[in-house]
């Protein structure tokens, strides 16, 4: 498990809808709904861990609860280098 409850997070904003996202611990992959699009390189905090095995995470925006879920392979740590390198570019 990467993340614990009340980690903040960024959601990457590099992800393609469509697409399935492995899991770190398994040969299992979450699949990457369009819908979910809307919700990339948003900050947000983890409320729920729905599986300890396969890492999914089940976020909130601005204390309101996200209806999907998400694994180690959708998500940033919001103070990471990477994530501040990918906002950077996006403004310049």
């Given at each position: 498990m990467r993340y614990k409850v009340g980690?903040?997070?960024?959601?990457?904003?590099?992800?393609?809808?469509g697409w399935y996202y492995h899991y770190e611990n398994s040969m299992g992959r979450l699949f990457f709904n369009s819908h979910m699009?809307?919700?990339?390189?948003?900050?947000?905090?983890?409320?729920?861990i729905t599986d300890l095995v396969l890492d999914e995470y089940f976020l909130s925006i601005d204390d309101?609860?996200?209806?999907?879920?998400?694994?180690?392979?959708?998500?940033?740590?919001?103070?990471?280098?990477?994530?501040?390198v990918m906002t950077r570019e996006a403004t310049s």
């Open positions: 980690d903040r997070v960024v959601i990457r904003k590099n992800l393609v809808s699009y809307k919700l990339c390189g948003k900050i947000c905090v983890v409320t729920k309101e609860e996200v209806s999907w879920y998400f694994n180690n392979a959708m998500l940033l740590p919001a103070n990471s280098l990477r994530y501040l």
